[in-house]
């Protein structure tokens, strides 16, 4: 083998790996900043779950004062009744 043979297999040779690692790279670069998006994206959706879980709590708890007050009312109700039963004996 020449040195002019083993110039050029050397030559060809470096231009395949660059035809193939260049666009690895490209490819792995794109995929890093896809991640990159779907990590700011989870934490913003993190948040947002933080704040409905939160609002789903203060909806319980007013959803349970609202039955405690219809209740109240019921009773009320029924009081009265009793009282006028008794006032128009």
Do not use: C, F
């Not at 193939?20 to 790279?25: G, S, T």
């Not at 490209?26 to 998006?37: D, K, R, S, Y």
């Not at 708890?61 to 007050?69: F, L, Q, R, T, V």
């Amino acid at each position: 083998m020449t040195a002019k043979t083993a110039e050029w297999g050397w030559k060809i040779l470096t231009l395949a790996m660059g035809a193939v690692i260049m666009p690895l790279a490209g490819w792995v670069w794109t995929m890093n900043v896809q991640v990159a998006e779907l990590e700011n994206n989870m934490a913003h959706l993190q948040t947002k779950v933080q704040e409905v879980k939160s609002k789903t709590g203060e909806a319980d708890d007013n959803s349970k004062a609202i039955i405690g007050i219809e209740k109240d009312i019921e009773y009320m109700k029924n009081s009265l009744g009793r009282i006028e039963v008794l006032i128009t004996q």
